[in-house]
């Protein structure tokens, strides 16, 4: 028998169906409430996050917490849809799990509608008439039944109600902040949907701008979070903070600061200054290490530090001069061409053409040379070529300015690409500059073109500064100065002495000179300059020997007491002129020169032959005067220590009594002490008179040389000279003077010592005895002398007398002449 199931009425299913909707819709409906409120909640949780966050430490949520939130939400809003909408609506509803449901509910329905569903879904075939009629009768009581149940008692609409109205009220909220403060939802969809770092930056009632001060000039860097700033090391970091006219200016602004260095790292924080209306200002003093920097004011805080990397300062670590020397110093050859320099000054000859090679420890972006005279900038294009469009601004421009040094005007050539690249090293590090030292750098600064080769004058012992400006944009606080000493090609220095000849000469003279000529890089020329009378100019005469571009020249050559002779014959002098006469001498330079110069000027007188020998004369005479003068010192030594060598027996004899009265004891310590005092005295005087009879043999020398050299001489007079005078004072000053000091020194020697100098006194005395005995023969050749030139003075006067009747016969005759 087949198996027949038994339909459920339309009632029944009618039911069951709008049971199935009902629950579908309110599902549905909690399930997006559910969804709001979770998302509504995580919103306002992210936004009172923000919103704490930043009134506590004024910056802006991290980026990876408002991912985090961003994320959460995201998984939220598609967990949420999935598990309490999506997954709920696709599940299955079956009609038994509703008559379930609507039986528990309605209790008045008896099973029967459970009932009815069974059988509807699987029906029996052996069921007999009676089961039949009794499932129908089922049925029929189950569908009027359920046509009168109220499906809406079925369901809780508590949690329906809560959930909706937690979505309502949160969506209000929402919406209520939209409408009150859009700028703050725009601020939370730009922090967590947009991602944007800088949300609050709009909201800010306080700006601050920060900046530092550089050096030199004062010059005003904004700081940026995206790059760090390069400081010198060891210098001021002059940290200024601006607030912008449209926002609040803060009570206080506040610097936190952290420092990491090779020693380890430190923080802290200062009260900054206020400076002005709307500027803040606070120094660190000498930065050494790198920094980090937050500001803090009103509500402004900066997210990320500041970034402060202290390097070194430029600087040149060393300067050497590669010299060519001009042709007239012969330095060249033998000098070092490659000078370094040590210190801030060097020394180099005016004219000297040179290349200052300066090495600095960084990159180079510009170089500074300032002058007086002149104002020289080059930058280095490789290198600014890598720097940032901030800092392109801060590059000098290549170009010489000079200035004039009679007015205040000044004139800029612009240097090319070329003199630049010339000017600095390939690898940035130094600066290479072609230079001369020119005492007319004026005046050749005043027509300065663009030259090829780039040389520049400068002046003499006039201070450069160098301000070099680096790859890192920092600029040398202190200029470095150097200062190139020119030394200046002095005319030679002559030293010249007349030897042998007096101020008075007869017309056959011959005037002997003898000293030397230096200078600094060799003499040229050297000649003799004579002028006669009232003339102007000089007369040049070469001389024997050429300087041939000696440094020291020697009149005469090189032999010991060689001279040069100048002879006064040639001049045909007549008596009674006026000679002068100087050594003249140029050097070699030719760049600042030739220099000439001139020694001692020399006048002399022309006189006959008796008047020179009337002069001598009365030289010999006064050195006669002085030489009985010390004759008559060396007999009173003599005599003085022959009476104290009697007080020296006296003192020996004392000194053999065994038992001495006081009396004698007195007696030999006055003896003692007289003794002594002689011993002394007589040891000075005689060394004076040594030195004085010298210098009466130097003098008696001269008088010789004179006679020789003024033509006067004769070989008998010479003889006597020699003879009777030089050879005997010269055996005076070289024998017996030293021996009479020796026997003397030994006499006090021994008086010292306390031993007897009865032997010491008599070789003195016996020593001046023999000093005498040839003085008095000097002296005896002096007076033989005397009454030789006594003659000559006599025959010289007569021929002045003679003169003079000629002079006054003649005048007689003219006159007589006039009166007829």
Same mark, same amino acid.
Request: hydrophobic residues 40%.
């Given at each position: 028998?087949?198996?027949?199931?038994?339909?459920?009425?339309?009632?029944? /299913?009618?039911?069951?169906?709008?049971?199935?909707?009902?629950?579908?819709?309110?599902?549905?409906?909690?399930?997006?409430?559910?969804? #709001?409120?979770?998302?509504?909640?995580?919103?306002?949780?992210?936004?009172?996050?923000?919103?704490?966050?930043?009134?506590?430490?004024?910056?802006?949520?991290?980026?990876?917490?408002?991912?985090?939130?961003?994320?959460?939400?995201?998984?939220?809003?598609?967990?949420?849809?999935?598990?309490?909408?999506?997954?709920?609506?696709?599940?299955?509803?079956?009609?038994?799990?509703?008559?379930?449901?609507?039986?528990?509910?309605?209790?008045?329905?008896?099973?029967?509608?459970?009932?009815?569903?069974?059988?509807?879904?699987?029906?029996?075939?052996?069921? %007999?008439?009676?089961?039949?009629?009794?499932?129908?009768?089922?049925?029929?009581?189950?569908?009027?039944?359920?046509?009168?149940?109220?499906?809406?008692?079925?369901?809780?609409?508590?949690?329906?109600? +809560?959930?909706?109205?937690?979505?309502?009220?949160?969506?209000?909220?929402?919406?209520?902040?939209?409408?009150?403060?859009?700028?703050?939802?725009?601020?939370?969809?730009?922090?967590?949907?947009?991602?944007?770092?800088?949300?609050?930056?709009?909201?800010?009632?306080?700006?601050?701008?920060?900046?530092?001060?550089?050096?030199? *000039?004062?010059?005003?860097?904004?700081?940026?979070?995206?790059?760090?700033?390069?400081?010198?090391?060891?210098?001021?970091?002059?940290?200024?903070?601006?607030?912008?006219?449209?926002?609040?200016?803060?009570?206080? &602004?506040?610097?936190?600061?952290?420092?990491?260095?090779?020693?380890?790292?430190?923080?802290?924080?200062?009260?900054?200054?206020?400076?002005?209306?709307?500027?803040?200002?606070?120094?660190?003093?000498?930065?050494?290490?790198?920094?980090?920097?937050?500001?803090?004011?009103?509500?402004?805080?900066?997210?990320?530090?500041?970034?402060?990397? &202290?390097?070194?300062?430029?600087?040149?670590?060393?300067?050497?001069?590669?010299?060519?020397?001009?042709?007239?110093?012969?330095?060249?050859?033998?000098?070092?061409?490659?000078?370094?320099?040590?210190?801030?000054?060097?020394?180099?000859?005016?004219?000297?053409?040179?290349?200052?090679?300066?090495?600095?420890?960084?990159?180079?972006?510009?170089?500074?040379? +300032?002058?007086?005279?002149?104002?020289?900038?080059?930058?280095?294009? %490789?290198?600014?070529?890598?720097?940032?469009?901030?800092?392109?601004?801060?590059? #000098?421009?290549?170009?010489?300015?000079?200035?004039?040094?009679?007015?205040?005007?000044?004139?800029?050539?612009?240097?090319?690409?070329?003199? #630049?690249?010339?000017?600095?090293?390939?690898?940035?590090?130094?600066?290479?500059?072609?230079?001369?030292?020119?005492?007319?750098?004026?005046?050749?600064?005043?027509?300065?073109?663009?030259?090829?080769?780039?040389?520049?004058?400068?002046?003499?012992?006039?201070?450069?500064?160098?301000? /070099?400006?680096?790859?890192?944009?920092?600029?040398?606080?202190?200029?470095?100065?150097?200062?190139?000493?020119?030394?200046?090609?002095?005319?030679?220095?002559?030293?010249?002495?007349?030897?042998?000849?007096?101020?008075?000469?007869?017309?056959?003279?011959?005037?002997?000179?003898?000293?030397?000529?230096?200078?600094?890089? *060799?003499?040229?020329?050297?000649?003799? *300059?004579?002028?006669?009378?009232?003339?102007?100019?000089?007369?040049?005469?070469?001389?024997?020997?050429?300087?041939?571009?000696?440094?020291?020249?020697? /009149?005469?050559?090189?032999?010991?007491?060689?001279?040069?002779?100048?002879?006064?014959?040639?001049?045909?002098?007549?008596?009674?002129?006026?000679?002068?006469?100087?050594?003249?001498?140029?050097?070699?330079?030719?760049?600042?020169?030739?220099?000439?110069?001139?020694?001692?000027?020399?006048?002399?007188?022309?006189?006959?032959?008796?008047?020179?020998?009337?002069?001598?004369?009365?030289?010999?005479?006064?050195?006669? /005067?002085?030489?009985?003068?010390?004759?008559?010192?060396?007999?009173?030594?003599?005599?003085?220590?022959?009476?104290?060598?009697?007080?020296?027996?006296?003192?020996?004899?004392?000194?053999?009594?065994?038992?001495?009265?006081?009396?004698?004891?007195?007696?030999?310590?006055?003896?003692?002490?007289?003794?002594?005092?002689?011993?002394?005295? +007589?040891?000075?005087?005689?060394?004076?008179?040594?030195?004085?009879?010298?210098?009466?043999?130097?003098?008696?020398?001269?008088?010789?040389?004179?006679?020789?050299?003024?033509?006067?001489?004769?070989?008998?007079?010479?003889?006597?000279?020699?003879?009777?005078?030089?050879?005997?004072?010269?055996?005076?000053?070289?024998?017996?003077?030293?021996?009479?000091?020796?026997?003397?020194?030994?006499?006090?020697?021994?008086?010292?010592?306390?031993?007897?100098?009865?032997?010491?006194?008599?070789?003195?005395?016996?020593?001046?005895?023999?000093?005498?005995?040839?003085?008095?023969?000097?002296?005896?050749?002096?007076?033989?002398?005397?009454?030789?030139?006594?003659?000559?003075?006599?025959?010289?006067?007569?021929?002045?007398?003679?003169?003079?009747?000629?002079?006054?016969?003649?005048?007689?005759?003219?006159?007589?002449?006039?009166?007829?």
């Amino acid at each position: 028998m087949a198996t027949t199931h038994t339909r459920l009425p339309d009632d029944v /299913l009618s039911v069951l169906n709008d049971l199935r909707g009902r629950i579908r819709r309110y599902v549905l409906i909690e399930g997006v409430s559910l969804v #709001v409120v979770v998302i509504c909640g995580l919103f306002w949780l992210s936004y009172l996050t923000d919103w704490a966050y930043f009134r506590l430490s004024r910056l802006e949520l991290p980026g990876w917490l408002r991912s985090t939130f961003l994320i959460v939400m995201l998984c939220s809003l598609v967990g949420g849809v999935l598990a309490w909408i999506v997954a709920r609506l696709m599940r299955k509803i079956r009609s038994r799990a509703l008559a379930l449901v609507l039986e528990k509910r309605f209790p008045e329905l008896d099973d029967r509608l459970i009932t009815a569903v069974e059988l509807a879904e699987n029906g029996d075939g052996n069921e %007999t008439p009676f089961a039949s009629a009794m499932q129908r009768r089922t049925i029929t009581d189950a569908a009027l039944t359920a046509r009168k149940l109220d499906l809406e008692t079925v369901f809780d609409r508590r949690p329906l109600k +809560r959930a909706l109205a937690g979505a309502i009220m949160l969506l209000v909220s929402i919406a209520g902040l939209g409408i009150a403060d859009a700028s703050s939802v725009q601020r939370w969809y730009s922090a967590f949907v947009l991602g944007r770092d800088n949300y609050w930056d709009p909201f800010r009632r306080s700006a601050l701008s920060v900046g530092v001060v550089a050096q030199p *000039g004062d010059r005003f860097r904004r700081l940026t979070t995206d790059d760090e700033y390069r400081h010198p090391r060891g210098a001021d970091l002059v940290v200024r903070v601006d607030v912008p006219d449209d926002k609040v200016v803060p009570e206080q &602004v506040t610097l936190h600061y952290r420092t990491v260095g090779e020693t380890g790292s430190s923080q802290g924080r200062v009260t900054m200054t206020q400076v002005g209306d709307q500027t803040f200002r606070h120094v660190l003093s000498r930065a050494m290490d790198d920094h980090q920097l937050w500001v803090v004011g009103g509500d402004f805080t900066n997210r990320l530090p500041y970034r402060v990397d &202290v390097v070194d300062p430029p600087r040149i670590d060393s300067i050497s001069l590669d010299c060519d020397y001009p042709a007239y110093t012969g330095m060249n050859a033998f000098a070092d061409q490659q000078v370094p320099v040590q210190g801030t000054q060097v020394s180099l000859p005016v004219g000297t053409r040179f290349v200052l090679r300066a090495e600095t420890n960084k990159p180079l972006l510009g170089v500074r040379i +300032r002058s007086p005279l002149f104002d020289l900038s080059f930058a280095n294009a %490789t290198t600014s070529d890598e720097l940032s469009e901030a800092k392109q601004p801060s590059i #000098v421009s290549s170009q010489l300015i000079v200035k004039s040094a009679e007015t205040e005007q000044s004139t800029t050539y612009p240097l090319g690409a070329g003199d #630049v690249q010339s000017l600095m090293v390939s690898d940035g590090f130094g600066f290479e500059l072609p230079l001369i030292v020119a005492s007319d750098a004026a005046e050749r600064l005043s027509t300065w073109e663009d030259s090829v080769p780039f040389e520049l004058p400068v002046p003499p012992d006039v201070p450069l500064q160098f301000e /070099l400006h680096d790859a890192d944009d920092i600029r040398s606080g202190e200029p470095i100065r150097l200062t190139i000493n020119g030394i200046v090609d002095l005319p030679p220095v002559i030293e010249t002495r007349l030897k042998g000849i007096g101020r008075s000469i007869t017309r056959l003279a011959r005037i002997p000179i003898e000293g030397t000529i230096i200078d600094d890089y *060799g003499v040229s020329t050297a000649s003799f *300059g004579h002028r006669v009378d009232d003339a102007e100019q000089y007369d040049h005469t070469r001389l024997s020997l050429e300087p041939s571009g000696y440094k020291s020249f020697t /009149l005469g050559g090189a032999e010991p007491q060689a001279t040069e002779p100048f002879s006064v014959r040639t001049l045909e002098l007549s008596l009674g002129q006026k000679l002068v006469l100087s050594v003249f001498a140029t050097d070699g330079d030719d760049v600042t020169g030739p220099h000439e110069s001139h020694g001692e000027v020399y006048t002399f007188r022309v006189v006959s032959n008796e008047e020179l020998l009337a002069i001598l004369y009365d030289k010999e005479l006064n050195l006669r /005067l002085r030489f009985e003068q010390i004759i008559n010192e060396v007999t009173e030594a003599r005599d003085d220590l022959a009476a104290h060598l009697v007080l020296s027996r006296e003192a020996r004899d004392l000194r053999a009594v065994e038992q001495p009265t006081d009396e004698q004891r007195a007696l030999l310590d006055q003896t003692n002490t007289s003794l002594a005092v002689c011993a002394d005295r +007589r040891l000075q005087s005689l060394r004076k008179n040594h030195t004085e009879t010298r210098s009466i043999e130097e003098s008696f020398s001269d008088i010789r040389e004179e006679m020789v050299n003024n033509r006067v001489d004769n070989s008998t007079a010479l003889e006597r000279i020699d003879d009777g005078i030089l050879t005997p004072l010269h055996q005076i000053n070289e024998f017996d003077y030293p021996e009479a000091d020796q026997n003397i020194a030994l006499f006090r020697l021994v008086h010292e010592q306390g031993d007897r100098s009865t032997k010491e006194i008599q070789a003195a005395i016996d020593a001046i005895e023999t000093m005498l005995d040839r003085m008095d023969g000097v002296l005896t050749e002096m007076r033989r002398r005397e009454t030789f030139n006594e003659i000559v003075k006599l025959y010289q006067s007569l021929l002045e007398k003679e003169q003079e009747l000629h002079n006054r016969t003649k005048k007689a005759h003219i006159d007589s002449l006039f009166n007829e």
